[in-house]
């Protein structure tokens, strides 16, 4: 299956700065892809999809951008809150078997400095 | 409204010993799936389904076993488990073709 990566493993920001989260795809037939949050000691909780005949998509505060040329896509998230700290997934659907499955990325861990 | 129940949270085995984590979902998702998470490693998916019947391996099949004999539940089962196998063990649920997934809490799995 294609891999999916994320550019930096941690990410530091001061509260109520912007961040931005970058991830890598390696299959250029991708053409779905999601963010999902993880916060320490719970499951991954879905963020945000954005499908490839889109280039941005906007959230409550969050914006997912991809770029195609590059298989290249972010997650930005304005005003970050202590609350946004977590590990944050890039994920994309795999079709190689009987139905699409998430594969994902290795995580960038946010931390928000008050 | 519970979502996706995952038991035991916490678990220790010995080497050779079997066990089954249970999954249970009030969705009526059709698809259902088993991830691990190791450090370093993000999640990895070890076998799904997508309704009752019907399973498939994922990229880390071996070493355990499913089944899909009702819609809700979704049990993994460790023939003999390895040390290998430690592990947080995530059950994850949507509607088929979704790609939003819903995860239970995870099933922490240390074995010695």
């Known amino acids: 299956g294609e891999s999916v990566g994320l550019h930096l493993p941690t990410l530091s920001v001061q509260e109520g700065d912007n961040s931005i989260i970058n991830c890598a795809y390696s299959?250029?037939?991708?053409?779905?892809f999601i963010w999902y949050k993880q916060e320490s000691g719970k499951g991954p909780q879905f963020i945000i999809d954005?499908?490839?005949?889109?280039d941005k998509r906007q959230g409550q505060r969050v914006t997912v951008l991809l770029n195609k040329t590059v298989k290249h896509l972010s997650l930005q998230i304005a005003a970050t809150q202590p609350g946004d700290s977590a590990v944050y997934f890039c994920?994309?659907?795999?079709?190689?078997?009987?139905?699409?499955?998430?594969?994902f990325g290795k995580g960038t861990k946010l931390s928000v400095k008050p | 409204n519970a979502g996706v129940t995952q038991t035991p949270k916490f678990q220790v085995l010995k080497t050779g010993q079997s066990m089954t984590l249970q999954c249970a979902q009030d969705?009526?998702?059709?698809?259902m799936s088993w991830y691990r998470q190791d450090p370093g490693m993000g999640l990895r998916l070890i076998h799904y389904?997508?309704?009752?019947?019907?399973?498939d391996q994922g990229e880390v099949p071996n070493g355990y076993n499913v089944s899909r004999s009702t819609t809700e539940d979704f049990p993994l089962r460790l023939l003999s488990a390895a040390p290998s196998q430690t592990s947080v063990y995530f059950c994850?649920?949507?509607?088929?073709?979704?790609?939003?997934?819903?995860f239970g809490e995870g099933s922490r799995l240390t074995v010695l």
């Open positions: 299959n250029s037939a991708s053409d779905y």
């Open positions: 994850a649920s949507s509607h088929a073709g979704n790609g939003e997934l819903f």
């Open positions: 954005i499908r490839s005949n889109m």
């Open positions: 994920a994309d659907l795999d079709y190689g078997g009987s139905q699409g499955n998430l594969i």
């Open positions: 389904s997508v309704g009752a019947g019907i399973t």
């Open positions: 969705m009526n998702h059709e698809y």
